[in-house]
């Protein structure tokens, strides 16, 4: 039986872990949850460790945590949804397929997850869609490094790809916004916002961008 202290202690670290991988300080974060599992192997601690990974482009590894958390809650709609994903841009078809038909047998009034179904099993459609990721990602480096115009190629390259993600639109739109083009910044923010109405980051934005306009 662990103590009160330990449990606060492993909780306290936890919430490092996740804040730091919010944060986009993926390294840190991989260190912090890297030390949690071996402390305690809990199907949470695997699950960060291996959305760490992800952030890394690590999916072998990650795929690796994902399973043993699989194993444990063959049900959990959160891991089945990222190792289906890991699975996708591992081009293992056949397992994101029989994934995201778990998730739609679990779940079947969620539509977003026959949307996958559906996008996994079209040929032409997911090799565009890991192609939009993987460009993505790679903006995402750039921009570590602030070139800010090299990322924008790259996600302006990513948006042909898949120009439904709301995602890749709304990076275009900040970039837009950094580069003092306030009009295309809120054209792509509005795109954004028609293809995920709830996320407040996205809303925020598109005010942003309407006060810079005026």
């Not at 977003?112 to 996994?120: A, I, K, R």
């Not at 565009?128 to 090299?150: G, H, I, M, P």
Request: aromatic share 10%; glycine share 2%.
């Amino acid at each position: 039986m662990k103590s009160f202290f330990e449990l606060q202690k492993k909780k306290r670290l936890r919430q490092k872990g996740q804040k730091l991988l919010v944060k986009g300080k993926i390294e840190k974060a991989y260190s912090i949850f890297q030390r949690d599992v071996l402390l305690d192997d809990s199907h949470e601690n695997l699950f960060n460790l291996a959305l760490a990974l992800m952030s890394l482009h690590k999916y072998p590894e990650a795929e690796e945590y994902l399973q043993k958390v699989y194993e444990k809650l063959p049900s959990n709609e959160m891991n089945l949804l990222t190792l289906a994903e890991c699975s996708m841009m591992q081009q293992k078809w056949e397992q994101a397929i029989k994934l995201y038909e778990e998730l739609s047998a679990y779940n079947p009034r969620n539509e977003s997850y026959q949307n996958y179904l559906n996008l996994s099993q079209d040929i032409v459609a997911r090799e565009k869609y890991v192609k939009s990721k993987q460009l993505f990602n790679a903006a995402a480096r750039e921009l570590t490094k602030k070139n800010d115009e090299k990322a924008l190629k790259i996600l302006l390259e990513a948006e042909e790809y898949y120009p439904e993600n709301p995602n890749i639109l709304n990076n275009i739109g900040s970039i837009f916004l950094l580069l003092k083009q306030y009009k295309q910044a809120y054209d792509y923010f509005i795109r954004a916002m028609r293809f995920d109405a709830n996320n407040l980051k996205i809303k925020k934005n598109v005010l942003i961008a309407r006060k810079k306009l005026k």
